[in-house]
């Protein structure tokens, strides 16, 4: 009876690691407001980033803020490698990142691990 238990535990683990790594997820997005000539998001930090794609209009300066309320480590910095862009992010400071918008495309960025990303689209 051991050894069912165990056998249906592992085959559950499994299913749910293919799931966690391969399943389609619903993904946060939104869109940057625009004022002043200046386009602006904010981003929370926590178990990941969200939104975690940011739509940008070409053209227009853009500030990211990300505020990070996790604890974790990994989640301790913000790095854009497209953009030279690595900045820590202490916790519970919000933490301003300029990006260049004169040239269109999409763009990611992710965590000091490189185990959380986001995508930024310029249009």
């Known amino acids: ?9 592992g085959i559950l683990a499994i299913l749910f690691i ?6 389609k997820h619903q993904v946060a997005t939104g869109v940057a407001e625009v004022a002043s000539n200046e386009q602006t998001i904010a981003i929370n930090v ?3 980033y969200s939104p975690e794609e940011v739509t940008l209009k070409k053209g227009i300066p853009a500030v990211l803020t990300f505020t990070r309320q996790d604890p974790s480590s990994c989640l301790d910095h913000i790095v854009f ?3 030279g862009i690595n900045k820590a992010l202490p ?3 919000p ?3 300029k990006i260049d918008t ?15 990303h986001g995508k ?3 249009k």
């Open 1 to 9: 009876m051991s050894q069912l238990i165990v056998l249906v535990v």
């Open 18 to 23: 293919i799931w966690w790594f391969f399943g």
């Open 46 to 48: 926590s178990g990941g």
């Open 81 to 83: 490698p497209d953009f």
């Open 91 to 93: 916790k519970n400071e």
């Open 95 to 97: 933490v301003t990142v």
């Open 102 to 116: 004169t040239k269109p495309g999409e763009y990611t960025w992710a965590c000091g691990m490189d185990m959380f």
């Open 120 to 122: 930024l689209t310029i």
